[in-house]
């Protein structure tokens, strides 16, 4: 099966940085989508960022213009590159993979990723503190 290792957490005071790494056990190019998601105590996960199976990336609104995803397929790792933190990006953060597929989303027959994704790392916990 594919697994995940996190990697970069820590306590960073807010205005700072931290990038997180993701390393993946099997080859992520064109045929797995790929995202960062998290979840505070008390509320539910979000999807943080992610890279679609065509390298289309997508983020929440609440991190856009802070974060950036990128992957290294040659490296087999996805990265979370985190400025400008803030206490309420404060949670769990943990990688995701999955295989595309053809699904249909919205009544639309497409090829991509449907949420959840089937493979999930343990998480690296990211605290911004004040």
């Known amino acids: 099966q594919v697994q995940l290792v996190e990697s970069g957490g820590g306590s960073v005071q807010a205005g700072g940085s931290l990038r997180l790494s993701c390393a993946v056990s099997?080859?992520?190019?064109?045929?797995?989508?790929v995202g960062w998601f998290r979840q505070a105590p008390g509320k539910e996960r979000e999807e943080v960022a992610s890279?679609?199976?065509?390298?289309?990336?997508n983020y929440a609104h609440s991190v856009k213009g802070r974060f950036t995803i990128s992957k290294d397929n040659a490296r087999n790792t996805l990265y979370l590159q985190m400025n400008s933190l803030k206490p309420e990006d404060t949670a769990m953060y943990y990688c995701?993979?999955?295989?595309?597929?053809?699904?249909?989303?919205?009544?639309?027959?497409?090829?991509?990723?449907?949420?959840?994704?089937?493979?999930w790392g343990q998480g690296t916990q990211v605290t911004v503190s004040s």
């Open positions: 099997e080859y992520i190019g064109s045929r797995y989508c």
């Open positions: 995701a993979a999955d295989l595309a597929r053809i699904a249909v989303v919205g009544g639309q027959q497409r090829f991509g990723c449907v949420a959840p994704f089937q493979y």
């Open positions: 890279i679609d199976n065509n390298d289309n990336t």
